[in-house]
């Protein structure tokens, strides 16, 4: 592990930079995975009075708008070469923040779906250019080694926080929650974005030392040009498919109190205690299956994982036990989820330069990550509404999961899938682990 050396060569820059890049990501998911997708929804229907239906289009409207904004900045920042300035996406970041706490903070002012529309418009503003801005900081902080490891810290804080402290699933309980990091982040990054100190310099200029530079699915021909469009095509659409198969089960999960009451919601500290641990066991275990298995063995699990906690969903509504829901399914709906997240924090930088990342993560974030939950997410609000069954819901989406998990399998055994015409393939584990490693 990259940060282990540097810790012991005194290298403070690099390990603060780390740090900063963990914390940012940590909260910034937080934030979206409670007070975005789950507080939104409680306000628009409980609070303001909105219908299911009008809240699921709202929710589509910010999926839609998100995507697009994102689009289009990542190719601005790319075109204009922002994408390789550390200073200039530190200081987005900063405006992206200072945005989302001002309107985290009159959320409760929100009255009206007129009001609530116009919220949601500022919403995406913000969440689309925080997508290419803040992902692509991982090529200036985060070395190509490190980045699974990176993306399992970030998974294991914002979820293991979202589970143990997150008790009262409700608008205002996320919203008071959130304010209390986001304020002083605010604060903290305004001092980082505009103050001269002499390491954040050294961080602006990493992304040129080539444990940065390259991801480890990027590979240059004789004449520096680099070719991954392939690898990313694929990508989109496998991570497309777990976020959707994951939000439109689990929204549905959040309208049955039997679920939640005993599991991610339970009254039992103990409880959603282990959930948290899980989720912070299988980030870590996801960290180090990224940073040695191939990818797509690593989609097949979690696309397996998938199918059968649905299965198990869908068979104990059969059986009709509504006393008791075993604790296995919600820990192993955790594995599942901490092993796909830490790929989305890790993948996108891994298929860039620090030119294209701004491109790559938008496209990939927006179109796979984003576009996918709040797509789902209006389907599943909008499937509740006309009162399709929870049985026939988990049908679909066990059918879903098992779906991709056969593509997946497919897709191994076409081994260029991820792999350039011409390039000679790593013929031993040894060279394998050289290649990934660089």
């Given at each position: ?13 690099t390990v603060l930079g780390y740090l900063l890049f963990v ?37 589509a409207h910010l999926a839609l708008m998100t995507c697009a ?112 990091v986001m304020v002083p982040g605010v604060l903290g990054m ?249």
């Amino acid at each position: 592990m990259e940060l282990v050396r540097y810790i012991k060569q005194g290298s403070w820059p690099t390990v603060l930079g780390y740090l900063l890049f963990v914390g940012m990501m940590a909260t910034g998911y937080y934030y979206n995975i409670t007070f975005v997708q789950l507080g939104l929804t409680d306000l628009g229907v409980r609070l303001i009075g909105l219908s299911e239906a009008s809240v699921a289009t709202q929710m589509a409207h910010l999926a839609l708008m998100t995507c697009a904004i994102a689009l289009a900045f990542g190719y601005i920042m790319k075109k204009l070469g922002w994408s390789a300035r550390f200073r200039v996406k530190l200081r987005l970041a900063l405006l992206v923040v200072a945005l989302q706490t001002v309107l985290t903070l009159i959320a409760p002012l929100v009255k009206s779906e007129n009001a609530f529309f116009t919220w949601i418009v500022l919403a995406s503003l913000a969440l689309g250019v925080g997508m290419p801005a803040t992902f692509s900081m991982t090529v200036d902080l985060i070395p190509r080694r490190d980045r699974g490891y990176a993306g399992a810290l970030i998974t294991a804080a914002a979820y293991f926080a979202a589970e143990v402290f997150s008790n009262s699933w409700q608008f205002e309980s996320f919203r008071s929650q959130i304010l209390w990091v986001m304020v002083p982040g605010v604060l903290g990054m305004g001092v980082l974005a505009f103050a001269k100190f002499p390491f954040l310099e050294q961080l602006a200029s990493q992304h040129r030392r080539p444990e940065f530079a390259y991801g480890r699915f990027v590979r240059r021909d004789a004449s520096g040009g680099t070719r991954v469009q392939r690898s990313l095509i694929g990508l989109l659409v496998l991570m497309f498919g777990i976020y959707f198969v994951d939000s439109l089960g689990f929204l549905r999960l959040l309208e049955t109190p039997l679920y939640m009451e005993t599991a991610w919601q339970s009254a039992e500290l103990n409880i959603r205690l282990a959930i948290g641990i899980t989720h912070v066991i299988a980030a870590l275990i996801g960290g180090v299956l990224y940073t040695y298995m191939h990818e797509r063995n690593l989609f097949l699990w979690i696309f397996g994982i998938f199918a059968i906690t649905h299965l198990e969903y869908t068979l104990h509504i059969r059986i009709g036990a509504s006393n008791y829901a075993p604790l296995s399914m919600p820990l192993m709906y955790a594995l599942a989820v901490s092993l796909y997240t830490v790929l989305n924090f890790t993948i996108w930088a891994d298929i860039s330069t620090p030119r294209t990342i701004s491109m790559n993560a938008a496209i990939g974030v927006a179109l796979s990550g984003w576009s996918a939950t709040f797509i789902s997410t209006a389907l599943a609000i909008r499937w509740n509404a006309m009162q399709l069954p929870l049985e026939r819901h988990m049908q679909i989406v066990d059918s879903l999961a098992f779906l991709f998990f056969l593509g997946t399998i497919i897709l191994i055994f076409f081994q260029g899938q991820f792999h350039r015409p011409g390039q000679e393939r790593p013929t031993s584990k040894r060279q394998e682990m050289e290649r990934r490693s660089g």
